[in-house]
């Protein structure tokens, strides 16, 4: 953006909080602007060179939520936030030690899980799962459940469909896993934008913090790199491969924070547990330090039934105290040489892996929940996110372990 255009945004700004009537600013108050804003591409709040007064400048949604004494939280789809499943999942954080709700609004396919205005560029990419998102907000609120918007970010079968050349592909088609899911290109700022935009609205909804899921390559990436067409941005220098796809996965992520700096929200991403044992995951471009730095809190999924043999445990999902016990210890020691560390908050597992096969897998039930949550206590790891996909929770778990 130019002078010339910086000076009219800050005019138009101006302007606007005068006829909105929010708060001004003068020499002598300290408090950053507050009001009803949409912050749109054209008028970017917080570049450096910006004055002062204009770089403190923070959006409030009107909704009102504060930081639990940690989180502890369940991940909610977009049907069972909209559907006569809500209702129980409500209860179930208000007559527990459960405060937080990890809510789709991105989907694993790419949907918006809600439907924004019919002008928006993103409607056509929405279903109608949250008929009410206002109503939703304010019901949490109401109940002081702190809320969470989950954003899938690469894997958007939804995107690369419609934009091919965002996507990769593979005999002129979109390539697809064997799941029959796409995936978008990190290395395209375009997709960082569209992504981050839909972050944008999701902290104007009244979201207290934006978490980032698929913030990778497609698994296995490092054996299609040369089979696959795909764009790589400016990414074009002579380093290698590897180091290309971890830059541009970090890179995203220090651009969404930056970028969501002036709404005030925290953000986080979710991380393969097994990128805490290693310098970095060469095929998905995840390395957790770098993108720990760049990010408020860190949620590696630390599923004991998605590992394989591993710290010296064969069976992994047998075993959900020691698998997590283990890695505990090791996430601390990555965390505890940053100077800055983020707070950790993994995802543990209450669902069954019979997927698995016979001997391999147990049922999880309230022992085997308790047993992931104690060793993160013991660990000095006080918060952490449920997982069922099907939002089918656990009864009668004592999540504070009093």
């Not at 770089?55 to 949604?61: G, I, K, V």
């Not at 989950?150 to 002129?172: C, H, M, T, W, Y």
């Not at 993108?291 to 860190?298: G, H, L």
């Not at 096969?357 to 049922?363: F, L, P, Q, R, S």
Request: proline residues 4%; aromatic residues 14%.
């Amino acid at each position: 953006m130019g002078k010339c255009k910086r000076v009219v945004s800050l005019l138009v700004l101006v302007l606007v909080f005068t006829f909105i009537g929010t708060e001004k600013a003068s020499a002598e108050t300290e408090q950053p602007l507050t009001g009803y804003l949409h912050v749109t591409k054209q008028v970017q709040l917080l570049e450096r060179d910006w004055p002062e007064k204009i770089a403190r400048f923070t959006f409030h949604s009107g909704f009102t939520f504060e930081y639990p004494d940690a989180v502890r939280g369940i991940f909610v789809t977009g049907h069972s936030a909209g559907g006569a499943r809500f209702e129980s999942l409500l209860e179930l954080v208000n007559t527990t030690a459960l405060n937080a709700m990890v809510i789709d609004v991105k989907d694993d396919h790419g949907y918006l899980t809600y439907r924004p205005e019919e002008d928006s560029p993103f409607y056509e990419n929405s279903q109608n799962m949250i008929k009410n998102m206002e109503e939703l907000m304010r019901t949490l609120e109401e109940n002081e459940v702190y809320p969470i918007a989950r954003i899938v970010v690469f894997k958007d079968s939804v995107l690369a469909k419609q934009q091919p050349e965002l996507s990769f592909k593979q005999n002129g088609e979109v390539w697809v896993n064997r799941r029959g899911e796409a995936f978008v290109n990190p290395f395209l700022e375009e997709v960082w934008e569209y992504n981050v935009e839909i972050a944008k609205m999701a902290a104007e909804l009244g979201f207290q913090e934006i978490q980032f899921d698929y913030v990778r390559f497609p698994e296995g990436f490092e054996t299609r790199d040369d089979i696959l067409d795909y764009g790589v941005g400016k990414y074009t220098d002579g380093e290698d491969n590897v180091k290309k796809r971890v830059d541009a996965v970090t890179d995203f992520v220090a651009y969404a924070r930056e970028q969501l700096e002036p709404y005030d929200v925290d953000v986080s991403v979710d991380i393969f547990g097994y990128s805490a044992t290693i310098s970095e995951a060469p095929g998905i471009g995840q390395n957790f330090t770098r993108i720990s730095e760049n990010v408020d809190v860190i949620s590696s999924m630390i599923y004991p039934s998605h590992w394989t043999p591993y710290f010296g445990i064969d069976k992994p999902d047998l075993y959900p105290y020691e698998l997590v016990d283990a890695y505990a210890k090791v996430e601390n020691e990555v965390l505890g040489a940053m100077d800055n560390p983020p707070t950790s908050r993994p995802w543990i597992q209450d669902f069954t892996a019979s997927y698995l096969g016979a001997g391999n897998y147990k049922v999880y039930g309230k022992a085997e929940v308790e047993a992931q949550i104690r060793a993160l206590y013991e660990n000095g790891i006080n918060e952490f996110l449920l997982w069922n996909a099907g939002n089918s929770y656990t009864q009668g778990v004592n999540y504070l372990l009093d």
